[in-house]
């Protein structure tokens, strides 16, 4: 584990009006990015707010790896500046991120990555990311049996053999 | 080791879940206990999956959609299964004795109990859509003012008099619609002589407000899953309209006697299209008089001209998917209009002329778009001429993936499908010409033969917009099945003690046959011919 690194304003020079942030990731990379970018990410406000309020700037430990993080970081650059209805804090949540194209060329990558992406998307309470994220693995799951399921999925079947007979689970559809 | 799915936490797993359709739901819930426990948890899934078995939902979920091979299929399976129906189980169904007047939806019935302040929703068994007799078991809620109700969204409208509002409810459950403002309770205004609720388009309902003192009504246009208002208009009294119908959030069809408006000649049917809303002006307007609208009128049939009497109606599709029964479709220019017209030649009933003429919308807009309103526009007239051209788009070859049969598209190129005259066939004794289907180009009219033993359900054509360019192209030809009534059926309506009559209805999923008591108005017997 990485300690906590002081950063002092002096030190991380800033441009325009954004400042500078220091990502941490698990695999110890530091990494600096522009607030702005990361300001689509509520749990980044939040530290932020946190700063402003303390005055104190310190670098932000996430728990995942760089390689992870860069992606997010990718995805938070595209869309800087972009206004989604799903990251407005203040707007009534939306049922279903709409389809981008950006997005789903974006999330075409294995299963593992996806997985890995929404669970920072989640950690980092970005809401269009975790929607989208969804959308790309339901894809992947829809239409498929449900021991193909359990594949892509990685789950165990813990179902007894009596429960697993049951008619409740049957579909006339 | 495969990292695992099950390690997200439930709010993410939910999230994926929400995208998929009702089959996968059901696959993924045998997955393992965890996705078990979630599926069943949530509200608005089970919600999802209800709909789906009552066969409400069966378009796709999360925009996805069928390729062209799959939903010919589906189509075909869908045509043959109507002539392969059967009758549901009597015992079941004459539970729904009530009062005359039941509402109809695609998919469902609501009866009043008695005098009772119930209500009960019945939704039409299918096997083809996996609605079996156990699922058809009616939902009772205590609803004193049935108003409105339009199953394709699980939705029906309650209004509470002289109050001035009104509920949305779930017709699935009778509680508060998941999706409406507020808990489901509007109120309009409080210093109302009358106020209700007439249209549901989609995320809109129509209200008509008529205040104290003869001052004309009010009409305004809610998105009731807001709550906001969005278009007000105000009709002076006497103006001689009426408005029938929305057509789209944005158009409402408005009716009237084509001899007496100053604005129909008497070559042109009495219908007005009024757009509520130009593309350039804010949402919100203030309160206009409807009648000073520009409009689009249609012109009259050339063999009409001059007959007497006619009566006409004009029913918005409110999709061209034939599969997407739960779905209205987001884009207007998908829905189909169909103009039905009943006239009679020589002013008596024994001549009574049926037709019906249908625009696919997505001409009927472009029709639109080519004739513009001005500012100095009082109306413009859409003639008998240009109706023969609707459908046909000059640009495009009419499909490219030829999958209509020959001789059919030519109702859909806007003129007739089905031409009945009550002195057509010598062994007719009755014959009522079924509602307009409001999801498919089906129209359904039921011949009864003499001696009341068999019905004839002569059913329009199938047809969608596969590739989703807002024309037609897969079609099915007009059908005609020939079924024998239930000997119980008969055996009642040809009780000699009983003053009954039948009332047919079409529905989506089949043919309602009741039998109402003509002097208490009541429901005697009900019978489903469903598919």
Not at chain 1, 97 to 110: A, G, H, T, Y
């Amino acid at each position: 584990m990485p300690t906590i690194v002081s950063v002092d304003d002096s030190t991380v020079p800033g441009e325009g009006s954004s400042r500078l942030l220091l990502l941490v990731s698990s695999d110890n990379k530091h990494i600096v990015v522009e607030e702005d970018i990361m300001s689509r990410s509520r749990f980044i406000s939040k530290q932020v707010e946190g700063f402003e309020a303390t005055s104190q700037r310190h670098a932000i430990l996430l728990p995942f790896s760089s390689f992870v993080l860069n992606k997010v970081i990718e995805y938070c650059s595209h869309y800087r500046g972009y206004y989604l209805l799903e990251d407005d804090p203040d707007a009534a949540p939306p049922g279903r991120s709409p389809v981008r194209e950006w997005d789903q060329e974006f999330l075409d990558v294995d299963r593992n990555m996806l997985l890995r992406i929404i669970k920072a998307a989640h950690y980092l309470e970005i809401k269009s990311l975790v929607g989208s994220c969804a959308r790309a693995i339901a894809d992947m799951i829809r239409g498929k049996t449900t021991e193909e399921m359990r594949e892509i999925l990685g789950v165990e079947n813990d179902f007894t053999p009596e429960e697993e007979h049951s008619p409740s689970s049957k579909c006339t559809g | 080791m495969i990292p695992s799915f099950a390690i997200l936490v439930d709010d993410v797993l939910l999230k994926i879940l929400e995208y998929l359709d009702c089959k996968a739901l059901v696959s993924c819930q045998a997955t393992c206990r965890k996705m078990d426990r979630i599926i069943k948890s949530s509200v608005s899934l089970q919600h999802a999956i209800e709909l789906a078995l009552c066969g409400m939902v069966d378009g796709p979920r999360g925009g996805q959609s069928l390729d062209i091979t799959e939903r010919l299929r589906r189509l075909q399976l869908y045509d043959a299964a109507w002539r392969h129906g059967r009758w549901t189980n009597e015992k079941r169904t004459t539970q729904f004795h009530g009062l005359l007047e039941p509402s109809f939806g695609n998919n469902s019935l609501v009866f009043k109990h008695g005098l009772g302040n119930r209500h009960s929703s019945y939704t039409i068994p299918s096997t083809l859509r996996g609605v079996d007799e156990k699922h058809s078991d009616p939902v009772v809620y205590p609803t004193p003012d049935f108003s409105i109700m339009d199953d394709s969204q699980d939705l029906f409208i309650r209004m509470d008099r002289p109050f001035s509002r009104y509920h949305l409810r779930a017709l699935s459950t009778g509680d508060p619609h998941p999706l409406a403002y507020n808990h489901g309770i509007i109120n309009m205004v409080q210093n109302a002589q009358d106020a209700c609720v007439v249209q549901v388009c989609d995320d809109f309902v129509l209200e008509v407000i008529t205040y104290p003192g003869n001052s004309g009504h009010e009409y305004i246009v809610r998105n009731w899953k807001t709550g906001i208002p969005e278009y007000k208009a105000l009709e002076p009294v006497g103006s001689g309209y009426r408005i029938i119908d929305f057509l789209d959030p944005e158009h409402v069809l408005v009716t009237s006697n084509g001899r007496t408006h100053p604005r129909y000649s008497p070559r042109h049917i009495g219908l007005q299209i009024s757009p509520f809303r130009a593309e350039s002006t804010p949402s919100r307007r203030p309160l206009e008089s409807l009648a000073a609208r520009p409009s689009y009128c249609f012109a009259f049939p050339p063999f009409i001209q001059g007959h007497t009497e006619m009566t006409m109606s004009m029913s918005p599709w409110r999709t061209a998917d034939p599969l997407a029964t739960g779905h209205f479709s987001s884009n207007p220019e998908d829905r189909l209009f169909c103009i039905g017209i009943i006239w009679s030649a020589t002013g008596g009933t024994d001549q009574m002329h049926h037709r019906s003429f249908y625009i696919p919308s997505s001409t009927f807009y472009s029709y639109m778009r080519s004739h513009p309103m001005t500012e100095t526009t009082t109306s413009i007239y859409v003639p008998w001429e240009a109706w023969g051209r609707m459908g046909s788009r000059a640009a495009k070859p009419w499909p490219s993936r030829a999958l209509i049969p020959a001789g059919i598209p030519r109702c859909i190129r806007g003129m007739k499908s089905v031409v009945m005259d009550h002195d057509e066939d010598p062994n007719t004794t009755k014959m009522s010409i079924l509602d307009f289907h409001p999801l498919r180009v089906a129209r359904a009219a039921m011949l009864q033969r003499r001696g009341n033993t068999e019905i004839t359900i002569l059913r329009g054509n199938t047809l969608g917009d596969m590739d989703g360019d807002g024309d037609f192209e897969a079609m099915l030809p007009c059908t005609v099945t020939d079924v024998s009534m239930p000997d119980e059926y008969l055996a009642a309506a040809n009780n000699p003690d009983l003053e009954v009559l039948s009332n047919v209805y079409l529905c989506e999923n089949g043919v309602v046959f009741m039998l109402v008591d003509q002097r208490s108005k009541m429901v005697l017997d009900t019978w489903v011919y469903t598919i």
